[in-house]
Structure formats: C-alpha cells, structure tokens
C-alpha cells in the first residue's frame, strides 16, 4: 500500500506557507479599514494551527519525495489550498454558500476568472485584492513558489516543479538547481507584474485597480474588481497595456530568459511557439475584424479593430478580461475565439488549453502522414524549434490531445444532463478546461457563473482543475497501477 503520510507531512510544511500568505489580504483589510479583517485573521489563524499541528505529529515521516509522490501531493494541494482560500469568502458573506466559496477560489487558483460574486464594485477591497492575488499566484503556480523554498524545508522539489511546470519538455531546466530556477521565473514574474501595474496607473487606474489588474492581467486570470470587467474603464490606454501584458503571460517563459540574456528581442522570432501564436493571433484579429465591420457589428473598422482585438487577446490566450458583450457577436466569431483558447498559448506559460507546441508536433506529424501517403520510402523528421521530436513523444501528445477533448464532451453532458443549454454548457467546459473564464450563453461576459446550480458548479471546478494540471496529473491517481509498490 502506497504511504501517503509523508506527503500529508509535506502538504502541512505548505499549509503553514500559505497560512503566511494570508496575512497580506488581512493587512489589506486592515489597511482599507473594511469589515472582513475578522475573516482572513481567523482563517490564517486555523490553517495555521492546523498546519503546524500536522506537521509536528507526521514529523517522523519526512523523507525526500519519490518521482510519483509529486503527482499526488500536487493534487491534495491543490483542493487543499483551494479549500483554505474559500474559506475568507465563506465567513464574509453570509449568504455564499460553501459551494461557492470553493468555486470562486479554485477558478482564482486556476487563473479562470469565472466569478459566482456580484456587485463587485462595492466588493470589500480585501476580498477583492484576494481574488486577485489568488489569480497571481495560481499564475506561476503555487508548486513553483513551494519549489523555491523547500530545500530550506529540507524536502527535494524536482518532481513538483516536472509535474506543475505545463509544457511537453518537462526535463529541461533554466539553472542547474529546481529551486534557482524557481526563484528566476518568481522574479521574473514579479518584475514584470510591476511594469504592467505602473503601466495600467499611468493609464488612468486607480493604484488599487492597477494592482489587482495587473495580477490577473500577467497570471492570465482575467478577474476584476468590477463587474463590466473591463469595459467599466471604457480606455484604449488601459487596453493597450492590458493587452501586452495578457501577451507577455501566454509567451514561454524560457523565451523571455532567453531574451533577457541576450538582450534583445529576436529569440522571440526564434521561438516557434511564439511566431505561430502571434501570427494566428494576428491573422484572426483581422480578418475578424472585418468580417464585423462589413456586417455592421460596428460602424467602422477602427472601432471592430479595437474589440475585437482586445477579446481576441484576451479570451484566445486564456486570460478572460472583456470589454464588450460578445455574447452578441455571430457564433463563427466567438466559437473562432473559444478555439484559439485551447491552441494558442505557450508551453512554460501562465496560459491555459493544450499548448501551441502540442498543436503544432500534431499538425506537423499529420502533415508527414500525408507525405508517407504519396512518398512511402520518404524519410522525414519533425522539428519543432530545431529539436527533433521523437514518435513516443507524438504519442502521448496525440493521447492528450485525445482525453483533453474527450473530457469536454463529456463533462459538456454531464452539464447538459443537470439542466444546462448545449451552447451554455459546452462553452463553459472550453472556459474551464482552458482557464479562460466567461463562455457563452447564460454564462456569457454580460452576466456570470452564479445562475448555475451547485452540480453544475462542482462540475466547473473539477474541469478547471484538470485543466490547470493538465489531465494526465490528476487521472493518474485513479489508476490501480499507480498505488501498487
């Protein structure tokens, strides 16, 4: 039987990590003299308690992490901090409910953005700042911020940051040390959060407004502290930097290292990743674009330009900001944009969907089938980045890509089979499966996910997991061969 206590004694070593985190919303609260000081004090206070409680009694039981022990261990820390996260939420407002809570966290953690809260304009600044700084960390990953500090724990973090860090080359390292490589991408990420938050302030934000955007904007959350989202500001400033730090946050992180070393911007050329999404991207915006303007969605091209560029950016690379209610837009043009979700960004990126790389291993090896179709004896190998892909790792691509599909209709049933329309219900599994946020239908970005009953709503937040962890993580788990010695 699998022994699954030392990893119970690691997660309580996190708990107490996160315990620390919650002090920041609580000083927020304090800070704003708002009325949910009570709330995160008592939560920090429990977690804690509870942490430290757990971990002095599995004390015994520290040991280095096993290859598998990561897989497990990320996914009870997940639901666990998710749980913990919704519990400020719970004891605030008296009439979520726990289902809720856990929903509105998990999509924080998740970096959705889908949001069951309302009037989030007269929201309590502590809970809002904590929504977005759940979007911030979730951005980068909890693991990889554990990953940094764990050898101070005196536990290994290689097999967390292989199971967390999304990509196909889960082996490959930008410093010799995990937890060096943990640091440079924290430090990255905070520097540029930065840019973007003084970047949105000098767009006309106010400095509360600019931080919490500017945690969903490079984590590629897309919550918001109101709720016209974006279109509230009804700024192309504010747009603009948005829409280059919703870009940035869809980039693989290897390639903004490589063009900080290099100190210049032509790896971003290099990157086939980055070229293939830019280009797409590009193409949609326009083509789009027109299409909206010829049918007269808008009066002029400029003004299609700009909404449809924006949502574009925002709901293709996975981010969920909006500025106007495309709910209203003809479906060629909005399905077109729930597609991009689940192909566009990049692998080793805040961005949710299958990744650029695996969509284009998939397309080059059919492409190559079709040539072995008219050339039998030809010989060809497929390059990505000028690395040679080999077949196995084209299988478990093609397997991926299979369950990540498989997985929509599936739970898009399963919502149908709870009372959901078909449009509703399948663009809220691209949504979640993606971490993109608003869908369309009842769930679309003139309203939110609170219409949904509590089955539809654990349904949700069980897809924007496995999206997050990229399915294979948490099926694992279920298999008999996992647990066998």
């Known amino acids: 039987m699998y022994k699954i206590i030392p990893i119970i004694h690691i997660l309580s070593k996190l708990?107490?990590?996160?315990?620390?985190?919650?002090?920041?919303?609580?000083?927020?609260?304090?800070?704003?003299?708002?009325?949910?000081?009570?709330?995160?004090?008592?939560?920090?206070?429990?977690?804690?308690?509870?942490?430290?409680?757990?971990?002095?009694?599995?004390?015994?039981?520290?040991?280095?992490?096993?290859?598998?022990?990561?897989?497990?261990?990320?996914?009870?820390?997940?639901?666990?901090?998710?749980?913990?996260?919704?519990?400020?939420?719970?004891?605030?407002?008296?009439?979520?409910?726990?289902?809720?809570?856990?929903?509105?966290?998990?999509?924080?953690?998740?970096?959705t953005g889908a949001t069951v809260?309302?009037?989030?304009?007269?929201?309590?600044?502590?809970?809002?700042?904590?929504?977005?700084?759940?979007?911030?960390?979730?951005?980068?990953?909890?693991?990889?911020?554990?990953?940094?500090?764990?050898?101070?724990?005196?536990?290994?973090?290689?097999?967390?940051?292989?199971?967390?860090?999304?990509?196909?080359?889960?082996?490959?390292?930008?410093?010799?040390r995990i937890s060096q490589t943990a640091k440079k991408l924290w430090m990255l990420y905070a520097v540029f959060t930065i840019a973007a938050l003084l970047g949105l302030h000098w767009a006309g934000m106010s400095w509360f407004d600019a931080v919490c955007h500017a945690m969903a904007a490079v984590s590629l959350g897309g919550f918001s502290t109101h709720d016209n989202s974006i279109a509230y500001f009804n700024s192309v400033a504010v747009e603009a930097v948005l829409v280059a730090a919703t870009i940035f946050g869809a980039i693989s992180f290897a390639s903004h290292f490589t063009v900080l070393r290099e100190?210049?911007?032509?790896?971003?050329?290099r990157d086939e990743e980055c070229r293939t999404m830019l280009g797409v991207l590009l193409v949609s915006i326009i083509v789009m674009s027109v299409y909206l303007w010829q049918n007269q969605f808008y009066s002029s091209f400029e003004e299609a330009l700009r909404f449809v560029g924006f949502n574009f950016v925002s709901i293709g690379l996975a981010s969920g900001f909006t500025n106007t209610d495309f709910n209203q837009w003809p479906l060629l043009v909005s399905l077109w944009m729930f597609f991009l979700a689940n192909v566009l960004a990049s692998s080793g990126s805040t961005g949710g969907g299958i990744k650029n790389v695996r969509a284009l291993v998939l397309a080059k090896f059919s492409l190559r089938e079709i040539t072995f179709l008219l050339h039998p004896r030809a010989v060809s190998n497929v390059k990505v980045n000028g690395r040679s892909i080999p077949e196995r790792t084209a299988l478990t691509i093609l397997a991926f890509i299979f369950i990540y599909f498989m997985t929509i209709v599936l739970f898009t049933f399963l919502m149908m089979a709870s009372g959901l329309d078909f449009m509703s219900a399948f663009t809220a599994m691209v949504a979640c499966i993606t971490n993109a946020g608003p869908g369309l239908g009842s769930i679309g970005p003139a309203s939110n996910y609170a219409g949904l009953n509590d089955i539809q709503k654990w349904l949700c937040a069980v897809v924007m997991m496995l999206g997050r962890l990229e399915i294979f993580t948490v099926l694992i788990l279920f298999t008999p061969a996992y647990w066998k010695k």
């Open 117 to 176: 809260m309302t009037s989030l304009d007269t929201l309590a600044p502590s809970i809002n700042f904590w929504r977005h700084m759940l979007n911030w960390l979730g951005g980068m990953g909890i693991i990889v911020l554990a990953v940094a500090i764990l050898p101070m724990l005196g536990v290994g973090g290689t097999q967390l940051f292989k199971a967390e860090i999304p990509g196909i080359d889960k082996d490959s390292k930008m410093a010799p």
């Open 263 to 269: 100190r210049s911007p032509l790896p971003y050329w």
């Open 15 to 111: 708990g107490v990590l996160f315990s620390f985190m919650l002090l920041i919303p609580t000083f927020v609260s304090y800070l704003y003299l708002d009325d949910a000081l009570s709330s995160f004090g008592y939560t920090a206070l429990v977690t804690i308690t509870v942490s430290t409680t757990i971990w002095l009694l599995t004390l015994q039981h520290n040991r280095e992490l096993r290859p598998r022990d990561g897989f497990t261990l990320v996914f009870m820390l997940w639901v666990g901090f998710a749980m913990i996260a919704a519990m400020p939420f719970y004891l605030y407002f008296p009439h979520l409910s726990f289902t809720d809570s856990f929903f509105e966290a998990m999509s924080g953690l998740t970096t």
